[in-house]
């Protein structure tokens, strides 16, 4: 036990000189901002709330992340919980966001990038294949690592993890360079778009016929959701 709270305290303090040596968002302009969800001004983020109205709890996030998720109604076997300014207004400026990810027995974290963020993962739990693909001519890199180990997913390449046990789950805890990373999931994006890109161009693009494609866009229309 006193071995696993260790292992996640070094994946935190990790984060954190991750993001203090490349954050992507701008730096802030003052000590801090909190995010005034309520505000209606519009702009490239989220407005201050008021200093004076600030309290510790802005800084402060129950968020659980030393327990275990569930991953069985999950389609790819896998469950992210993200903790970023939506759910954290106290992130906001601070260019800086984290994520549990529970894998069960051969669960996938499917082929994503994160538009706006630099992930460092730690392995918390479990042995996971995983890599990323650059931009083209697409090199993968890939490797197996291990629980305590550490790997990083430059900002905005294609990366992917999955569970290479059998019989148990896994988990890891990322760090990201951003208050609000995004997330598009290559599969879902390609085949689950509304409405859906054109059958000719996706025909086209993969080089197979367009009921393929139909029924490609048929899971994903089914359970955009998973």
């Known amino acids: 036990m006193a071995s696993s709270s260790s292992l996640f305290i ?33 702009v490239n983020g989220f407005p201050c709330k008021d200093p004076m109205a600030v309290n510790p709890d802005d800084f402060f996030n129950p968020a659980m992340l030393d327990q275990p998720r569930d991953t069985m109604k999950s389609k790819v076997g896998s469950n992210v919980t993200n903790i970023n300014v939506i759910n954290f207004t106290g992130l906001n400026t601070l260019g800086i966001s984290l994520a549990r990810i529970d894998y069960g027995p051969l669960g996938v974290n499917t082929p994503h990038i994160h538009p706006r963020a630099t992930e460092l993962l730690t392995v918390l739990e479990g042995t996971l294949y995983l890599g990323f693909v650059t931009s083209n001519p697409n090199r993968l890199f890939s490797k197996v690592v291990k629980k305590g180990d550490v790997f990083v997913f430059p900002k905005a390449m294609i990366h992917f993890q999955m569970n290479l046990a059998h019989d148990k789950p896994a988990a890891a805890l990322s760090s990201l360079s951003s208050q609000n990373p995004g997330v598009i999931t290559i599969a879902n994006a390609v085949f689950g778009s509304k409405p859906p890109i054109s059958d000719d161009v996706l025909a086209t693009a993969f080089q197979v016929e367009k009921d393929l494609i139909h029924w490609l866009q048929s899971q994903f229309w089914e359970n955009n959701n998973y």
């Open 10 to 42: 070094f994946a935190i303090l990790l984060g954190l000189v991750s993001w203090q040596a490349a954050a992507y968002d701008p730096s802030p302009l003052q000590d801090f901002c909190v995010a005034d969800m309520k505000s209606p001004v519009q």
